[in-house]
């Protein structure tokens, strides 16, 4: 199975300063037909995940810009240009490129 | 607008049993995997099971393996999934999701497994 290790796990930003998740997989997540499935998710207390980032760097529709995402293979990243108060909560990798597909533990992201 | 609408959950005894559906709009939803994923409380997220489109391919995680069935109707544009021998740490909420390049999700439903 793939196992999907995210880092930090906490992540105290100050508002308008970057944040930077990264994800790491314990294979490669290129699938046979040429895409990497993995996606980033946005999880706030009480909803459901959100789909903000999927094969790796094309964001959701509607996701501001200050999200990007980037890398290749087995490693990962997430990037928020400048952390907003909407962007708190818990942010996690996914892959769906191998069965079983899998998550990231997550990463909570608070304001200092 | 795609919408995904879980049912079904609730409180069940150890050994019990549940079904969960989904009721899909707003997209065909004939042409799509389909995915139940669950979040244990205070846990991160976990797939449990998945879907071909035309109901012919089915993969779940190990441990509902034999215990849970996944299943589909598209004519009523509907998941659904059958749990049985419900044990304690089947307690989660349980989220549909479409999956695409880009996953959709429904709300999600509780199952709470407690005697």
């Known amino acids: 199975d793939i196992v999907m290790t995210q880092t930090p796990l906490s992540s105290p930003v100050t508002l308008g300063q970057p944040a930077s998740i990264s994800c790491r997989s314990s294979?490669?997540?290129?699938?046979?037909?040429?895409?990497?499935?993995m996606s980033w998710l946005h999880q706030r207390p009480g909803q459901p995940p959100r789909l903000l980032i999927y094969q790796i760097s094309i964001r959701f529709f509607g996701v501001p810009d200050r999200f990007s995402g980037s890398g290749a293979g087995t490693d990962f990243t997430l990037k928020i240009s400048r952390v907003e108060p909407e962007d708190v909560g818990v942010y996690y990798c996914m892959q769906a490129t191998h069965f079983p597909y899998s998550f990231g533990q997550g990463t909570k992201l608070q304001i200092k | 607008e795609v919408q995904l609408a879980e049912s079904g959950g609730g409180l069940v005894q150890p050994g019990g049993s549940l079904r969960l559906s989904c009721a899909a709009s707003g997209f065909t939803f004939s042409s799509y995997w389909m995915s139940w994923v669950r979040q244990a409380p205070g846990k991160g997220l976990e797939w449990v099971a998945n879907i071909k489109e035309d109901g012919s391919v089915k993969y779940y995680m190990d441990s509902v393996r034999g215990r849970f069935t996944i299943s589909r109707d598209n004519a009523k544009n509907s998941l659904y999934l059958q749990m049985n021998s419900l044990r304690g740490e089947d307690t989660a909420v349980y989220y549909c999701a479409r999956e695409s390049s880009g996953w959709r999700w429904g709300q999600g439903i509780l199952v709470t497994v407690s005697s």
């Open positions: 294979h490669s997540l290129v699938h046979s037909d040429g895409n990497t499935y």
